[in-house]
């Protein structure tokens, strides 16, 4: 009877959280990958201090991770592990320094946030992240939409980066070619 009643309760939390996913995904804005996420209780991503520092730092998938970590060790979220909740300031830390010991040189960063945060060890329950509005949420899937968010506003960036060089080139050019008339 315990293993049925195991197997069943797996089967509804994995229900339960196809459903959840399946109505954030609904509600949410159906161009999610062209634009850039917001949570309750996060800075605007380009105005975060974890953006800054990431675009200072070769693009990496390891630089991705840390960003995630740096990104959400300011905010006021907390994560539920197993049924505690523990705030994102808190655990921040600890979680640095488990990336350094247990990432792998070729682990993209969505394979690493499957490996290590979806599901807690040993029991095996999803991990969910508590927004100040009282919101939950998956924690891989608000840290993959983080990823695509954090890809598109790398992107624009670097765009707007590049117009303006492309400014100050013309602006050079344009002075050097007065110059010689």
């Known amino acids: ?3 049925v009643s195991n ?7 994995a229900l339960l959280g196809s459903i959840v996913l399946f109505l954030w995904l609904f509600q949410s804005d159906t161009t999610a990958a062209q634009s850039i996420v917001d949570y309750p209780g996060i800075e605007p991503l380009e105005q975060s201090q974890a953006f800054k520092r990431y675009r200072m730092q070769p693009p990496s998938e390891y630089t991705k991770l840390i960003y995630l970590i740096n990104r959400f060790s300011a905010a006021d979220i907390e994560v539920i592990y197993d049924g505690y909740q ?7 830390p600890f979680a640095r320094q488990f990336l350094s010991r247990n990432y792998q040189r070729k682990q993209t960063a969505k394979d690493w946030i499957l490996k290590w945060g979806n ?10 992240v508590k927004f100040p509005d009282g ?4 924690a891989r899937d608000v840290l993959f939409r983080e990823l695509e968010s954090l890809a598109l506003a790398a992107k624009q960036a670097s765009e707007t980066n590049g117009e303006k ?3 100050i080139d013309r602006d050079r ?9």
């Open 135 to 138: 919101s939950v949420l998956l």
């Open 165 to 167: 060089q492309i400014e």
């Open 1 to 3: 009877m315990q293993k």
């Open 173 to 181: 050019q344009s002075g050097s070619q007065t110059r010689t008339d």
């Open 7 to 13: 197997r069943y309760l797996k089967g509804i939390r």
């Open 119 to 128: 599901l807690t060890v040993p029991l095996g329950n999803l991990v969910w």
């Open 86 to 92: 523990y705030p994102t300031r808190f655990i921040a």
